[in-house]
Every structure is written in structure tokens, then in C-alpha cells.
């Protein structure tokens, strides 16, 4: 139909039609976004904010495996666990008022006697770790606050009381040292490869064999899932994974000989420390130090037992002084100087040396312990009345200013100055002096003076610088014993499954083999054996009656500005022994008159003789 032109309706502007496009573009545009979200929310993801909206109805709790018993080479337990009642905190069910949590944690603490800044330190560290499951804040919590918070749950709603596996110590301090501690793994460990396939919560092996066997004690941790309400509350269990236990670790450790040796030490009230090894294999039959703690205390320690067991520099309970005890030696270095110069040649086993009493080096006297003079003599007799005139001589002989020589290439050869493998965390390496150490601290002016003769001569009978544990002189005097086979000390003998079976062997091999001859073998051997037992030998006054034939030798080192260390190392029987005995005590004195009694006590647990404790007479010289 024609309209007239006033009769037609307004023509709409290109610019307001522009408008209208861009307007109508932008929310077409804006309701594809919205659809397609919706599309991927209901479509594409509805699967896994389903699976978000059923785990928000379940909570999932680790069931902490229960670890392996620890016991002796007869089966006697060492070490098992218990169960202990633990007051537990789940962060989830916490009042969500900030007012209200921080004076529920308030109550808590003062009722449990728990300082409230190492309450809320410890609920943050474990919630750290795992998000999921209770945060365990104390242990072995008592009856009287069990009754307390169940009759007042409405006052501490997220506090629990669940039960744990911790250890038990069925013997006390027994072994302490070697058996380490146990706790929750932490973030850090996570990310080591030897803790891969854990997950927060599992316990885990902190030091000592607790440590080094840690995999195969822990076991598998399981789990509980329940379901619970949109107020956190718990419905019902869904399911449940039980624990694998771990399995159990058999040692080497003899429990009757480890409390006989352990026994010896403390009765001189020093501290010090002992290893009882097999000489062909390497198994420590015991091992022990001075001071000692009760294991018990470092479950859930008080701040008081954490300072006396870690903290006290002087008495240092913790440290095993069998591994990281490091002292000079005195004289029973001397069957491993006898090695070195015999090997290179420097003497032969029926050289004569006049020991008149004195050795004189660069203006400076040495002389034989208490001014003796032994005359003409060869070196099992030198042995046998422990001369140190004879060995100066080697010691100066065998010396070279520039580079080690064959006495520090031997004793190195023979483990001294270097970790022995024994698997037990926390050895140390010691010292065994060379001209290069010595020549590189004076070339840093950390000494005043460079290496000379005077410092071989000193370590030919294990003084001056020389640092050694009884455990490297147990494998030294081992491999003199063997032969020449350089053992790898170890107190895992194997692992075994709750039922008793074998699960895994262990058998380290040997280090290396070292080449003594036979004949260099039997002449140190007959020169301890005389030393113990033929009359005037150093330690006759403690051995000549002992009823099994033994080699064995004192020392007693001089350790400014301590007192001497008391030192004695035996094989036995002789002569072909089967085990070696380190004892060593520090300000000890002479080793005949305090190390050389307490080696005789550990030997008559072990070869089951009549005498039990033996005392020195009077007469002992070193």
C-alpha cells in the first residue's frame, strides 16, 4: 500500500542501527559463553564435581601400619610395640568461629598441661603433612583425662582420643644406641627417593636400625573411609583397608653377651664403649656405650629428657661412642704398625732392637711407660712387654715428610681413619694423621709447624694426632686375626616375616683383602698372646688365668687435657680366634688396671666360664 510521506514512520539512523547489531552480537555472544559453560559443567565435567560432591560427604583416616619387632640373633625381642591411647585434634571439626577455636584450644591445653604455643604449633606442623587425618598432639595420654573429655565432648568438639602403635622396650636401656627412634614422615622425606610410595601420616625410621632397615619395618599403612554429615559428623564406616604390619629384623646382636658388655662399662662409672665382633664374618655380637639412655623417653620426650639425652655436650648420651667415639689409641696400635713394617719391610720378625729405654729423635728423648728398659729384642717380645722403644724405631723408619707412608698406606688399608660400612647411620670417619694433612694445615698457618718424623714416631703408638673408635680397631685386629680379610661389621642378620620365614638374608661381603703373610699373621698373634698370658706381659695380671687361650693388647693413650684413655683389644681363642673385643674408656687410665677387666667380662658371657667378673691384680704397668 502507498503511504504518503508524512504518513510513513521515522527511517532508523545507520548509527543507531549499528547499535542495535553490536547490542544484540554482544549478548548473543554472552549466552553462547553461558551455554557452553553449562555444557562442559553438566557434560563434560559432571563426573568429577560429582566425585567432589561425594568425597565432601566422606572422610578418609590413615590406619598407621604397625611396625616389625626388632629381636636377637636367638629370637629374643628387643624391641616390639604397644598400644597407646593419643589425644588427637581433626582441624575440620574445630569450631569455625576464630573466637570460639582459639578458646576450645585454651581449655585444651590447660587440661591436657600442654603449653598452648606448642599445641597450635604442633596441630599447624601435622596439618602440614596430612591435611586429611587427626593431628595427634600428645600420647600416652591418661585415664583421668580420657574420663575428663568424654564426659565433656560438647566443651571439645574435633578432640579425640584414638589409639596408636608406638614402641616398647622390653629391656630397658639394653642396646639403646643402636635402635634409633621412630616418627611420622615429613614433608622433606616425601621427596627422597627412599621414602617413594609413602603418603603423610606413615611412620617412618628416624636414626639407628630404626633407620637403616626403616623399609622393611614400617610396613603398609591402611586406611578408613566413613561418612559423615554436612556438619562434619561422622554416619558410618564405608570401608576399610586393613595395615600390612612390617616384618621383622633379626639381628646379630647376642642379648646376653650385649647385657654383660653393657654391665661392664657402667661399673666404672666412666664413660666409654665396647664392640664384640665375629672375625670371619663381621656380625656384632654386641656393641654398647657409656652413658645411656632409656629409649622409652624419646617416645614423647619433655623438653627436660630431650636436653639431658641430646643436649648435654659433656656426658652426650645419644652419641654412640662405639662409632663415633674418637680417640688416640696408645699401644694397640702397635700390632698394626707391626703389620706396616713388616710388609715393607722396615723389619723382619726376628729382627733384634736394643730397647735401652730411650729413643732419641732431633734433640727430643722418647721413652719407654714408667722408665723400663727391655734390652735386646724381637718383636713378639716387643709385643709382649709393649715396648715403645722398638716402636719408634719402626715408626721412624717407615716415615716420609712429603707423602704417606707404608705405616699410614697399612693402617689405612686395615680401616683405620675411614668409615667402616657397618650399617648403623651416625659413624664417623676419624683421623688417621698424614704428612699431606699436616703439611696442608701448616701451608693455611692452622698448625705451627709441618709434618716430621717426631709425628710418625708418635703415631707408631697411637698417639699424637691419631682418632679411632673401637669399632675400626675391632675390624683392624680382625683382619690380623682372619688372615687378611677386611670384614663389613653389620648387626642385621636377616629379615623375616610375622610367620618366621626368610624374607632377605643379610650378607654384606668383605671390604677388601689385605696381604699378610702367614708367617707376619703368627708372630704378632704369639706376641699378644704373651702379652695376655705369659708372665710379665701387660695385661698377665688380668688374663694369665683366664681359661681359654687368648691374644689380646692394653693401651693407654694420653689425650690432653683429658685424663688417659683406657684402651684394650682381643682376640680369642688363640690361635685361631673367632671374636674380637674393643673396649675402651675415656680418663680411664692404664687399659690393664679398667679396659682389660671389662674385655674379660664380655669374654666369659660369651665362652660361658665360671668367672664372670674379673679384677686386675696389682702390678699392671699399661
Known amino acids: 500500500m502507498y503511504l504518503r510521506s508524512d504518513e510513513r514512520p521515522p527511517q532508523m539512523s ?4 549499528l547499535r542495535v547489531a553490536i547490542m544484540g552480537g554482544v549478548a548473543l555472544a554472552m549466552f553462547a559463553v553461558i551455554f557452553f559453560r553449562l555444557w562442559y559443567l553438566q557434560v563434560l565435567s559432571g563426573d568429577r564435581y560429582l566425585a567432589e560432591a561425594n568425597d565432601n560427604r566422606t572422610r578418609e583416616t590413615r590406619v598407621i601400619a604397625p611396625r616389625g619387632e626388632i629381636v636377637d640373633r636367638d629370637g629374643e625381642v628387643l624391641v616390639r610395640n604397644r598400644t597407646s591411647l593419643a589425644l588427637q585434634i581433626n582441624a575440620q571439626e574445630l569450631p569455625a568461629d576464630e573466637a570460639e577455636r582459639r578458646a576450645e584450644l585454651a581449655r585444651l591445653a590447660k587440661v591436657a598441661e600442654i603449653p598452648l604455643r606448642k599445641l597450635r604449633r604442633t596441630i599447624r606442623e601435622e596439618l602440614l603433612v596430612s591435611p586429611s587425618s587427626p593431628a595427634t598432639v600428645l600420647q600416652d595420654v591418661d585415664s583421668e583425662l580420657i574420663y575428663f573429655l568424654e564426659e565433656n565432648k560438647e566443651r571439645f568438639p574435633g578432640v579425640a582420643v584414638g589409639k596408636v602403635f608406638v614402641r616398647r622396650y622390653p629391656n630397658g636401656t639394653l642396646a639403646a644406641h643402636l635402635f634409633g627412634t621412630v616418627g611420622e614422615v615429613s614433608k622433606e622425606e616425601l621427596k627422597q627417593v627412599r621414602y617413594r610410595g609413602l603418603e603423610s601420616g606413615d ?21 578408613t573411609l566413613i561418612q559423615v554429615d554436612s556438619f562434619g559428623r561422622p554416619k558410618g564406616e564405608l570401608r576399610s583397608v586393613e595395615p600390612m604390619p612390617g616384618d621383622n629384623l633379626r639381628l646379630t646382636i647376642d642379648a ?10 657402667s661399673s666404672q662409672g666412666l664413660p666409654g664403649a665396647f ?27 619433655t623438653q627436660a629428657e630431650v636436653d639431658a639425652i641430646y643436649r648435654d655436650p659433656v656426658a652426650a648420651p645419644i652419641v654412640n661412642r662405639a662409632i663415633a667415639g674418637l680417640y688416640p689409641t696408645g699401644s694397640t696400635f702397635k700390632p698394626i704398625t707391626s703389620v706396616a713394617a713388616l710388609a715393607s719391610d722396615a723389619v723382619t720378625p726376628s729382627e733384634i732392637i736394643v730397647d735401652d729405654g730411650a729413643f732419641t729423635l732431633g734433640g727430643i728423648t722418647f721413652q719407654n711407660a714408667g722408665g723400663a728398659a727391655y734390652g735386646a729384642i724381637a718383636m ?10 722398638f716402636y719408634y724405631t719402626l715408626g721412624d723408619r717407615m716415615n716420609d715428610n712429603e707423602r704417606s707412608g707404608p705405616l699410614q698406606r697399612w693402617a689405612r688399608k686395615l680401616g683405620i681413619g675411614r668409615e667402616t660400612a657397618v650399617d648403623l647411620p651416625g659413624e664417623a670417619e676419624g683421623l688417621l694423621p698424614t704428612p699431606a694433612w699436616r703439611n696442608e694445615l701448616y701451608r693455611k698457618e692452622l698448625t705451627d709447624r709441618p709434618w716430621s718424623a717426631g709425628d710418625n714416631v708418635n703415631l707408631s703408638v697411637g698417639q699424637g694426632d691419631l ?4 669399632l675400626q680397631m675391632a675390624v683392624a685386629y680382625a683382619a690380623i686375626g682372619n688372615g687378611g680379610t677386611v670384614v663389613r661389621p653389620h648387626v642385621g642378620l636377616r629379615i623375616e616375616d610375622a610367620a618366621g620365614r626368610i624374607v632377605q638374608e643379610v650378607e654384606p661381603g668383605p671390604v677388601r683383602k689385605v696381604p699378610i703373610d702367614p708367617e707376619w699373621r703368627q708372630v704378632i698373634l704369639d706376641g699378644l698372646h704373651d702379652a695376655a698370658q705369659a708372665p710379665g706381659g701387660t695385661s698377665y695380671n688380668v688374663f694369665g688365668g683366664f681359661p681359654v687361650p687368648v691374644a689380646g693388647k692394653t693401651g693407654t693413650a694420653e689425650r690432653p687435657p683429658h685424663g688417659d684413655q683406657s684402651w684394650y683389644v682381643i682376640l680369642a681363642p688363640y690361635p685361631d680366634p673367632r671374636i674380637v673385643v674393643a673396649v675402651t674408656f675415656e680418663q680411664g687410665g692404664f687399659g690393664a688396671e679398667t679396659a682389660a677387666p671389662a674385655a674379660a667380662t664380655i669374654l666369659s658371657e660369651y665362652f660361658d666360664t665360671q668367672s664372670k667378673t674379673i679384677t686386675p691384680v696389682a702390678g699392671a704397668v699399661e
Open 275 to 301: 664392640v664384640a665382633m665375629d672375625v670371619d664374618t663381621g656380625e656384632i655380637l654386641a656393641m654398647g656405650s657409656n652413658p645411656t639412655f632409656d629409649p622409652a623417653d624419646l617416645i614423647s620426650p
Open 256 to 265: 646376653d653377651l650385649q647385657a654383660a658388655g653393657e654391665g661392664a662399662l
Open 467 to 470: 682418632q679411632a673408635d673401637p
Open 380 to 389: 713378639q717380645t716387643a709385643l709382649q712387654f709393649s715396648s715403645d722403644v
Open 203 to 223: 611412620t617412618t625410621g628416624k636414626d639407628g636400625i630404626e633407620y637403616e632397615y626403616d623399609r622393611y619395618l614400617r610396613g603398609r599403612a591402611g586406611a
Open 14 to 17: 545507520s548509527g543507531f542501527a
